[in-house]
């Protein structure tokens, strides 16, 4: 069972359209993270977001962490192919990172 | 390129049978994470050593032990070895000893039990 439920599973769209993926649990975690894994390679850290209500922008990229620090989502604008990935929440809790099982979105040209 | 380096990059061996994975981190970094990537599982974090000890134990089996040299390279081993222990193995290095410290991941090694 993950400590982190991530949805969708798989989200397909087609390039200019925007997406949000989900990252929920009923765990409190310290802070949260979001990676992004292409095949054949190791994740590689987006964000690290700490304090409840926290909003944070990378580019197109827009990342929340619920008021409560239980969940997250991120938002992308429009995607662009480059945005094709496993996409991973990853709570911090106990000293230890869980992650949670990944969105795979793919960005269609 | 992360600049954290793994070997071998693949191994494929029989059940029963014993490995070893090889892991160098970032020059400069003193934290080794090892993770197993499956299908089923996701990404589950095994162990955490830090200058040399243990700082952080995950869902690691007793079958497996890891441990980190002086050089601050670290290695997994893997014994008695099942159809189910196949999987992508990751080491990631951070420069300091918390888990919130960002990681920086190698390119993994996947390895194929028959």
């Known amino acids: 069972t993950q400590l982190l439920e991530q949805s969708p599973q798989f989200l397909s769209i087609q390039e200019g359209e925007n997406l949000t993926v989900y990252c929920n649990s009923s765990?409190?975690?310290?802070?949260l993270q979001w990676y992004r894994q292409e095949p054949g390679e190791g994740p590689v850290l987006l964000v690290t977001v700490v304090t409840g209500g926290e909003v944070k922008k990378l580019k197109r990229l827009t990342f929340q962490f619920g008021d409560a620090r239980k969940d997250s989502s991120l938002h992308i604008t429009a995607a662009q192919p480059g945005d094709t990935g496993l996409y991973l929440c990853?709570?911090?809790?106990?000293?230890?990172?869980?992650f949670g099982a990944g969105t795979t979105v793919t960005v269609r040209a | 390129d992360s600049g954290v380096t793994q070997t071998p990059k693949h191994l494929i061996t029989a059940t029963g049978q014993r490995v070893t994975l090889r892991c160098s981190p970032r020059?400069?970094?003193?934290?080794v994470y090892w993770y197993q990537q499956s299908l089923d599982q996701g990404l589950q974090f095994l162990i955490q050593y830090y200058n040399g000890e243990e700082r952080a134990k995950g869902n690691i089996l007793e079958r497996f032990s890891a441990q980190q040299f002086p050089d601050l390279h670290s290695e997994l081993n893997l014994s008695s070895l099942e159809l189910g222990d196949s999987a992508l193995y990751f080491c990631?290095?951070?420069?300091?000893?918390?888990?919130?410290?960002?990681?920086?991941f190698g390119p993994g090694t996947r390895l194929t039990v028959l």
């Open positions: 020059s400069g970094d003193l934290s």
């Open positions: 990853a709570g911090v809790r106990d000293y230890k990172l869980s």
């Open positions: 765990s409190v975690f310290s802070s």
């Open positions: 990631a290095s951070s420069d300091g000893g918390v888990v919130y410290n960002e990681q920086f």
